[in-house]
């Protein structure tokens, strides 16, 4: 039996009791390090500290691993118990779609235990989760490299009145121009984009597209850390939020579409001119 | 403190570690009785599972309670620590956005506890949580009043190729129409919208509407009791679906836009041609 494991958002505490039955009833466990990092890496101890409240060892497999072992993983959970811990949801902003088509395939059973994410957290800024458009992802700016396909979907969205989340990019474990070069494995230091890096290369794609998707003055919700307990979450124009300091990743970014009178109360709390008084 | 805590789906152990810390610390805990009684209710002895679990008695508040008695719930809850049980997501496809908003006025603190809702447990069908555009209601018809509100949103979701979430109308504790004349309070007896009806009505709004915005023939997946051990996930054309028996509530069902390699690969899997051999 393989399970998928959502732990949410936060730390080691956020998982389900289901979930935890299920990882005590386990032989191997493993936890994806793409995104677990972000959040439990952030504190040196994370993984032990999960080890410690799960009261299991557990294996860190970095993108790399489950891309090359999957197999391996896979034939262990043919015959044992196997969990696979996933910060957030197992489908949520990151899929592991991937890791359940190959076990489907092989006859493996799979169950998923499901938690929070970023894509149904985010409803805590106010704006209701059913009037969100398609949602986007911004990638890192290079010097050569600009891409702009989020800039017609949150067009689409704003003319339908619908808001947009905007999940920042993030760079875990990338190999090192020059690595890739000699052969040998090297990694860039994590990045991940802040609300203010956002921000700036959205407006940067609004003036060289130039068809008003939006502008300095449109209203936003920049969130960071979402679901942790020292989450920051300011609203306002993207001018403002250029300014505000949200501190540790990860960030988020709302643009705001049409909104209901609870709607606007909500973003009340939260705007950035009530927080300065 | 207010806790608002999030349940997630299933049953009393899809609660977090988080969520019960929180609970144990409560000096009156509440549980929504609107969402609740749909997944606990169904079995008879939900409410004495999570009060033997938590450890707490636990009121049930329906929503005219809510409504009604919001006010001194909230009282309570600034000078002793009040904990308010939601189903799903505390901001998930119910909103309890109101119930901040009050608390927040009167400089009540209130902690949010995130779980699994509707809008991210979702992804298991194996449609790309990003890919979806805005997610639409099917409200009940009656004889003389069948809206379609959602036919334009999801005309939209399927020109731009994006996935559409439906949710299916619930009525719990509505008041019947002989109550209502009679000033006393009667309730209709609770109804779940299945999917057979809501393709039903979808069809018949196809028809009068004429956009061609889906067909008979417009790939769904059909989904019961999402999150349960025993949840029921059958893909296959709206005509198919009518006759595939979901079994008890809740159901919920997906209209698919454009797939990825990936999506179809899961699709498959649940296809009710591979399921019926």
Redesign the interface.
Known sequence: MLYII?L???DE??????G??AVRSCDKVYVEAYTSLLSFGLASDGLSRMEK?YGKDIVVADREMVEEHADAILREATDSNVAFLVVG?????T?H??L??RA?KIGLEVR?I????V??????C?L??????????IPFFTDTWRPDSFYPKIH?NRQ?G?HTLC?LDIRVKEPSLESLCRGKKCYEPPRYMQIHTAINQLLEIEESNGKSAYDAETKCVGIARL?YEDQKIVAGSMKDLLDVDFGLPLHCLVIVGETHP??E??LD?YSIKSING
Do not use: C, W
């Not at 894509?119 to 805590?124: D, K, L, P, R, T």
């Open positions: 959502g949410g958002l936060g505490r956020d998982i389900t009791l289901r935890l039955e409240l949801d197992p489908f949520g902003a899929t779609t991937d359940v088509v489907k998923v499901h938690n929070a994410s894509m149904n957290a985010i409803g805590i106010g209701q989760l059913y009037r969100y458009g398609e949602t986007v992802s689409r339908l619908l999940l679901g609870v709607e109360e909500m709390f």
